[in-house]
């Protein structure tokens, strides 16, 4: 990537930030919601919609091309925070760069988010773990070898790009999501590049280094926005079990059934955690 484009990145999530406040007219949205495989159904439970924007429209936001990811991004009130829900991710497997993967995470802090609740659908590794369970990421393993961070350094006004990774999914964060559900476990979520599915050679080596989930998402984001200072709380929900761990070949769209019967809780969870914050 060239020094100009590696700029850009932050250029770009700069302007869309500013584009998100000027055409919602809200000037800081105080929340972002990333909404993956799985938790789309939950939207419209998440609050009150004040206007949906189409990402495309947006600088620098590329167009999903997953099932079920459809690039919009609401401003909702959520909890009774204003707070902007992206419907829909961009993944490394759909030939997207690290800078497209995190921008609408970047996006949402330039437009005032100091909370990101990252959200996907995971392989649960743990074969305790069973389809429909919400999981609270306590760290990742970054098997992408990919970080947004990486190339000619961003411009001297942003953060050093040699961020303290101790603390991605905040604990205080985690606390409260166990406040609403005293429930919910705590997970280490492996990010795979995928698309395609791990081996269960793979599965195994990624539960010997100490993984419970894996997934395609999630880890990159968390960089960005910890290098922005936002704070971060993932959830994962667990739709199968991993290859070797489940007795039946994996299928995506078991995934969104999985996503759509769970929404309900999911939205409450989420709702719930941001009223606390
Ligand atoms: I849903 O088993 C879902 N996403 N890498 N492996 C990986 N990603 C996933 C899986 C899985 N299930």
Known sequence: MSHEQRRDDFALAEEAGAEIARRTGIARHEVAIVLG????????????TR???S????????????PGHHGRIRSMEVGGRPAL???????????????EVVHPVRAAIFAGATTVVLTNAAGGVDPGMHSGQAVLIRDHINLTGRSP??????????PARFVDLSEVYARRLRDLARMVDPTLVEGVYA?????????PAEVEMARRAGADLVGMSTALEAIAARHLGASVLGVSLVTNLAAGVSPVPLDHTEVLAAGAAASPGLARLVRAVVARL
Not at 59 to 64: K, M, T, Y
Not at 149 to 158: C, E, N, V
């Open 55 to 66: 990402s495309v429209d947006l600088p620098g936001f590329a167009a999903p091309t997953v």
């Open 85 to 99: 829900v992206v419907i829909g991710r961009v993944h490394l497997y759909e030939g997207r760069t690290e800078g």
């Open 149 to 158: 961070l990486s190339g000619p350094p961003a411009a001297a006004r942003y």
């Open 37 to 48: 495989s799985g938790w789309q159904d939950a939207t419209d439970e998440l609050g009150e």
């Open 51 to 53: 206007v949906e924007l």
């Open 191 to 199: 990010a795979f590049p995928g698309p395609h599915y791990e081996t």
